[in-house]
């Protein structure tokens, strides 16, 4: 095969394979990683969208020192092996020693966090980029808050995002109960506070006209992101799956564990999530229906009088989230990163260059109000 630049970590994985699928249909080659050899031959060479693909098979345990040795003369890694507070500190640690710009498909917040606060300094300095979240969620908010402050004098970012007609991947349900369980985080002028525990909120979005049961969801990544921009005060994100009983059910969750276990040590906390996730999600499910998978993200943005919205009318959430990976790594091999450091997908790639890219695909058109 031609050289590989760049690794795909959980490669066999639902959001995994994907992105490989996407890396395929670009023709670039890629190092299909994970912590299982036969389960990932076994995995890719039954995907049609693999047949004659330019990629290499290996597996690696996690750990720091293997994956180094993995990543090493790579340009980038995109980890998909969660949930990410459990699993995925040795692979940044790897792909930092190693010298690869890192992304990931998480959702977690306190991950996000854990990000900033250990290795964005040390990736600035090394002039390699680190993103967490590069997926459906939590890049699209970030995408429709940019394109909101583009009109001068907006400082207060209010995102909702509806993703319907999508069932989660195993992986995706113990990462979201455990970051349900979590403290979950908005910026209200400038400080990142906790919003109530366990508690639903409504919500109105474009293009329905139902009043929305609502989560933070872990509070997303762009309060996180938009914590040191130079003219964001506030940031909140919830989210709907559109089912109120989906969301009442996950609330429900959320108050046992609080009543179980919040006074227990953090690594029986994780254990119980992943208790209650693999209840709740047995096998993967099928690939996205574009007749019932469509996504609403709306970004309304307000200052003192200034405002904007951004809404972004999408198609099979996770398909965003396969086209993304491969888009990213497509451009860290062109050269195309103009952030390093612990940084927002639009500071790096463009917020209208990812969009595009989604647009091309079929995947996401975006309206804006000014």
Aim: proline share 6%; aromatic share 8%.
């Amino acid at each position: 095969m031609r050289e590989a630049k760049v690794v795909l970590y959980g490669a066999s994985g639902y959001t995994g394979k994907m992105i490989a699928g996407q890396l395929a249909a670009r023709g670039i080659p890629f190092i299909a990683a994970g912590r299982n050899a036969e389960r990932l031959q076994s995995e890719l060479s039954i995907n049609p969208e693999l047949a004659g693909a330019d990629y290499e098979v290996k597996g690696v345990p996690c750990e720091v020192e293997a994956l180094t040795d993995l990543f090493r003369g790579k340009l980038a890694v995109y980890n998909t092996v969660g949930p990410m507070m459990q699993l995925a500190g040795p692979i940044v640690e790897a792909a930092l020693a190693a010298g690869c710009h890192y992304f990931d498909s998480s959702g977690e917040q306190d991950w996000t966090v854990h990000c900033r606060r250990t290795w964005g300094d040390r990736f600035a300095a090394a002039r390699l980029t680190l993103i967490p979240c590069m997926s459906m969620m939590w890049t699209s908010g970030d995408l429709a808050a940019a394109l909101v402050l583009e009109t001068p004098g907006i400082d207060t970012l209010d995102i909702l995002y509806v993703p319907l007609g999508s069932s989660p991947s195993v992986a995706s349900t113990l990462s979201f109960l455990r970051m349900c369980c979590q403290p979950q985080l908005k910026l209200v002028d400038k400080e990142l506070v906790e919003w109530p525990s366990a508690t639903t909120f409504q919500a109105i979005a474009p293009g329905t006209h139902e009043i929305l049961t609502c989560l933070p969801w872990s509070g997303g990544a762009e309060p996180i992101w938009y914590q040191d921009h130079p003219t964001v005060r506030n940031c909140k994100v919830l989210v709907s799956f559109g089912s109120p009983e989906h969301m009442e059910r996950t609330a429900a969750l959320t108050r046992q564990f609080r009543n179980e276990w919040a006074d227990k040590p953090p690594e029986i906390q994780e254990q119980a999530t992943n208790d209650m996730g693999r209840m709740l999600t047995t096998q993967e499910p099928p690939r996205d229906n574009p007749n019932v998978s469509r996504t609403i993200v709306s970004c309304h943005g307000r200052g003192e009088t200034a405002h904007a919205s951004a809404v972004l009318w999408g198609v099979r959430g996770y398909d965003q989230t396969g086209h993304l990976g491969a888009v990213v790594l497509q451009r860290v091999i062109a050269g195309q990163v103009k952030a390093h450091g612990f940084a927002s997908p639009s500071q790096t790639f463009g917020a209208r260059a990812l969009l595009q890219e989604w647009r091309d695909a079929g995947l996401v058109v975006a309206e804006e109000i000014r």
